[in-house]
């Protein structure tokens, strides 16, 4: 299988990031942890398109269908403090909160829940499928259960979905599948972030 279609089943809310994460972002972290070494630019098994100079994987896609749609939901957690925040502690175990700013407060994320999330790539997908399930979740907050998942299937395509990312304008293929947003994006793992033409950063498939 060279072109293929990866679908993940999704359990809690995605919390994006600024950059919507691509396919090879996730197989890029999953490879790090194999190694224990994020600094060096592992091969990653999915193609690097000459003509383009970027990866063949898609950015991630929320998937829908006809009877469970997206939906817009707000994440709360409990905020982040150094020890000095936490009051005074009493015992190993337990801690004495504080009234006023030193009380611990909830943050409020904005998140996407749908059932399904997709990406597109062209390379080894069974290789792929191993990668991506070492990894607790998609987007942010991760550590916190955000953005859970698990692999719900893969499939063969010859669509070119891996298109439905960020390109160089200059270098863009023509009649891309979407209306090209403008950004600033870093495309290859370590270098600069560049001027790009991209999709929204949120978008959605209706899956049968």
Known sequence: MDGFKLVLRLHTPVILPAVTPRLETLL?????????????????PIRHD???G??????LIFGTTAAKPMQAVTTKFISKHSVEDMGMVVSPRRYVWESGPKKRKMSAYQAYLSPYLVFYGDGDAERCVKLIQMLDGVGRETSRGAGAFTVDRVEPDDSGGWVRRAFPPALAPEGLPFEPVNAMEVLIHGSDPVA?????????????
Request: net charge negative; glycine share 2%.
């Open 28 to 44: 890029r972290e999953a490879l790090c942890r194999c190694h224990q070494d994020w600094e060096t630019a592992h091969e990653l």
């Open 50 to 52: 000459e003509a383009t």
């Open 54 to 59: 970027v990866p063949r994987g898609s950015q």
């Open 196 to 208: 790009v033409v991209r999709p929204e950063r949120v978008t959605r498939e209706v899956l049968t």
